[in-house]
């Protein structure tokens, strides 16, 4: 069963502005983590941020924030002032315990200049 | 963030041949490496799990004869590519965990067969 879902297949967004890449999972283990990772056409992983289960507070890292609203099950990533190296795959994760990582289909997101 | 790396980072190999992906922790003991696949516009899709000193767990689907991992020691993990084939050609990425650490990719390697 899909356990991380992300619907928008390709997100456009003009340079400068803010946009929200939207994550949502499905999980019976209490304890999880969240994670969103870049991936440019070089294919590296870029971690962005992270989350875990019984983190009180959403998380932020510089320009990346997670907006995790847990009794939805959602986990969505908000890039502010949007720059046009921002523009690659964006994929959502989730890890539950220490077991392995499971990944979302992907987002494309294109920043127009 | 710690530093995984693999090697080669791309290969491009014949028809029927083997071919050996090398991952590595460089600067922590991985008791724990993933071994993913991902074929072009598609997502990450793990193929295995490997812990060191005991068999890789494999995902269902995915032909342990054929793909052989190899955990030997806390820093490195080898994926075998045995007999492959045009359908095989897909980008490889391992990634590296302990219980102190999340998760790392490696950069990832690309495999192309003729």
Known sequence: AQKITQTQPGMFVQEKEAVTLDCTYDTSDPSYGLFWYKQPSSGEMIFLIYQGSYDQQNATEGRYSLNFQKARKSANLVISASQLGDSAMYFCAMREGF???RFGA???LTVKP | GAVVSQHPSWVICKSGTSVKIECR???FQATTMF???QFPKQSLMLMATSNEGSKATYEQGVEKD???INHASLTLSTLTVTSA???DSSFYI???SSRDYPLFFGPGTRL???
């Open chain 2, 25 to 27: 922790s460089l600067d």
């Open chain 2, 35 to 37: 071994w993913y696949r």
């Open chain 2, 112 to 114: 192309t067969v003729l």
């Open chain 2, 85 to 87: 084939h045009p359908e």
């Open chain 2, 66 to 68: 054929k793909f052989l």
């Open chain 2, 94 to 96: 391992c990634s590296a």
């Open chain 1, 99 to 101: 077991n392995d990582m």
């Open chain 1, 106 to 108: 992907g987002t494309r």
